[in-house]
């Protein structure tokens, strides 16, 4: 049974800053360079002249950087793909749909954002499911999973408030 996970992240920036920098190839390239993943690579993105982004990444993290509960049933590098589909923006907000998957992994991650107004900047909001189907310790990987992935909105969210100051 999957697991659900709320989080959400402030920006300085506009609504219009932060999505703006979703359209940009560059703001993806450097913000996965600055990943801390092993290797990380934008594998797809399409912008619409609607205002619509769809981008799929692949981050990899070495195998001796992995806790023993994944090394157990995963053998080698993890490698994580993952793909966002932002709307435009409408009536002041984005919002996407967001999914991963480990190639060769029973685990699976649904999620969705909204990204809105929240005083002087943005709001991040991001509901995620994550399901790992593996019996007895699907649910300590899910854990794990559900942690790293608030580690991973405050680092995205760190890098993109640097990148909106040097990018205006």
Known sequence: MPRS?????????????????????????????????DRATLDAMT?????????????????DRLPGVVTQFHPGDLSIVREEAWTRIDDGKATA?????????????????????????SRLQFTAAVEVRIPLVGGKIENFIGNQLVDLLIAEQRFTTAWLKDNP
């Open 97 to 121: 749909t967001v999914t991963g998957v480990i190639p060769g992994a029973p685990v699976s991650l649904t999620g969705t954002a909204v990204l809105a107004p929240s005083g002087g900047g």
């Open 5 to 37: 996970f709320d989080m959400a992240a402030e920006y300085e920036g506009s609504v219009e800053q932060v999505h703006t920098a979703l359209r940009d190839q560059e703001y993806w390239l450097e913000r996965l360079a600055d990943s801390g993943a």
């Open 47 to 63: 912008t619409d002249g609607d205002g619509g982004i769809r981008v799929k990444t692949t981050q990899v993290l070495r195998r």
